[in-house]
C-alpha cells in the first residue's frame, strides 16, 4: 500500500527507527489477547511452571538507514537453516521492502534483519529500482529468496516482470532467476525439500500461480520444471496497492491442497494436488468468500490451531469500520476471529508464524508505519 504520510525516524536504541505511540502499543496488546482468545490458549490447562500471560508486543521498525519503506514480505529463519559466519540467527525474522525513500513504490531495495532482542539491522540491500515483494521464503542451504518486482515510475504501467532473487547467508547476492512462469512475483510459498525446492508463485501481471521446481546445492539453484496450475484471478493495477491481483499461499501438504488469496475475487481458493499436477486448475474451488469480513484478501499464514489467517488491504469491499485487519477462518471456511493492526485503512500486508512446542510467534507488517509487530504466545 502506498504510504502518505511521512515516518518519523526515530528508534528503539538509535535514531533510525520510529517509536510508536503508547496508545498503539495497547492496541497491539489487545489484538494480542485476542489472538491468544482465538487459538483457545487463554482457557487452556497450563502445565507446570508455564506463564499464562503472553509475552509483550514487540513493535519494531522496519526503516533501514536508507529510508526503504512499505514493509511487505516477512520470513522466520528457521532451527534448520545454515547460518555459517553469516550475519543471521535461528529465530531471526526477515522484512522485505517495496518503497524507497521517497515512498516510490515497486522501487525498494533493502530486507531488515529483526533478531529475538535488539535492534533490526540491514541485512541485504540491492541494486536501485528492485521493488522486493511479499515472495520472501528461506531454504536450509543457508539462502533467502524474495520477489523482484521493479516499476520505475511507481506505477503499475511502468512494471516489469521481474525474477526471483537468491541471496547467500552473508546478504550477498547469488543468482537472479527470470523467465515466463515468473510475471512480477506477488507473493510466493517456498517449500524445502533439501536437495530440492519448489516455489509456489503469484504473477500479479497476469493473475496465474506457477509452480517451479529447482534442485538446491550449496552454489544456488537449478531449474528443473515450470508450470502454470492455477489462472483466471482478478489482477490490474491500482493506485493505491500498486496491483490488485492474487498473493498470499499456503501450501498445505497432507492433502496436497494450495491456499490461495486472491484480492480482487476477494476469496480464498485451493488448488487440488499443487505438488503434481499437470493441469491448469483455473482459480480452484473457493474455500473462503465472506464480505462481512473480507477487504481485499492479501497475506496468507497457516496458524498452530491449523486455522488460515488472511490479512486485508482495504482495496476491495471497503469498510472504514474494519480497518487492516487479520481475520482467521477454518479451513472449511467457517469465520473465526478478527484483529486489527492499524486503526486506519491499508495498513495489513504480510505476516508469518513459527512454531516449536513451547510458544508459537506471529509477526505482521504495519504498512502505515512501517513496522512489525510481533506476538509472542506460550504453548497449553
Aim: proline fraction near 7%; glycine fraction near 12%.
Amino acid at each position: 500500500m502506498r504510504i502518505n504520510k511521512p515516518i518519523d525516524k526515530c528508534d528503539e536504541s538509535s535514531p533510525t527507527f520510529p517509536k510508536r505511540s503508547i496508545k498503539g502499543w495497547r492496541g497491539a496488546l489487545t489484538a494480542a489477547m485476542l489472538l491468544a482468545g482465538a487459538s483457545g490458549i487463554g482457557l487452556a490447562q497450563w502445565p507446570g511452571t508455564e506463564a499464562f500471560l503472553p509475552s509483550p508486543v514487540r513493535v519494531i521498525s522496519t526503516v533501514p538507514a536508507i529510508g526503504d519503506v512499505n514493509p511487505y514480505g516477512v520470513a522466520f529463519v528457521p532451527k534448520n537453516f545454515e547460518t555459517g559466519a553469516g550475519p543471521l540467527k535461528h529465530g531471526d525474522i526477515l522484512v522485505s521492502n517495496f518503497n524507497n525513500s521517497l515512498n516510490l513504490q515497486g522501487t525498494g531495495t533493502t530486507i531488515v534483519r529483526v533478531p529475538a532482542s535488539g535492534a533490526p539491522t540491514l541485512f541485504f540491500q540491492g541494486k536501485k529500482g528492485l521493488g522486493l515483494t511479499t515472495a520472501l521464503g528461506t531454504l536450509q542451504y543457508g539462502f533467502v529468496v524474495v520477489g523482484d518486482g521493479p516499476t520505475p515510475t511507481g506505477d503499475s504501467a511502468s512494471a516489469e516482470p521481474g525474477s526471483l532473487l537468491v541471496i547467500n547467508n552473508q546478504g550477498k547476492l547469488v543468482q537472479t532467476i527470470a523467465n515466463a512462469w515468473i510475471q512480477y512475483p506477488w507473493d510466493m510459498a517456498l517449500i524445502d525439500h533439501g536437495d530440492r525446492a519448489t516455489a509456489f508463485v503469484t504473477n500479479a501481471l497476469n493473475g496465474t500461480v506457477s509452480r517451479l521446481e529447482f534442485k538446491v546445492s550449496s552454489s544456488g539453484l537449478t531449474l528443473l520444471t515450470a508450470k502454470t496450475i492455477a489462472s483466471g484471478y482478478v489482477h490490474r493495477g491500482d493506485p493505491a496497492a500498486l496491483f490488485v491481483a492474487p498473493t498470499g499461499l499456503v501450501f498445505d501438504a497432507t492433502p496436497g491442497r494450495l491456499y490461495v488469496a486472491s484480492t480482487g475475487d476477494n476469496a480464498v481458493f485451493a488448488i487440488p494436488d499443487a505438488a503434481n499436477t499437470e493441469a491448469d486448475e483455473g482459480k480452484g474451488l473457493i474455500v473462503y468468500q465472506d464480505d462481512a469480513h473480507l477487504h481485499g484478501a492479501l497475506g496468507l499464514a497457516e496458524a498452530p490451531n491449523g486455522h488460515l489467517l488472511v490479512t486485508n488491504n482495504d482495496t476491495v469491499n471497503s469498510d472504514p469500520s474494519r480497518p487492516s485487519e487479520i481475520v482467521e477462518f477454518t479451513k472449511g471456511g467457517d469465520f473465526v476471529k478478527e484483529v486489527s493492526v492499524d486503526p486506519s485503512q491499508g495498513g495489513s500486508f504480510g505476516l508469518a508464524v513459527s512454531s516449536t512446542n513451547n510458544q508459537s510467534i506471529l509477526a505482521a507488517v504495519d504498512d502505515n508505519t512501517a513496522t512489525l509487530i510481533i506476538w509472542t504466545l506460550n504453548a497449553p
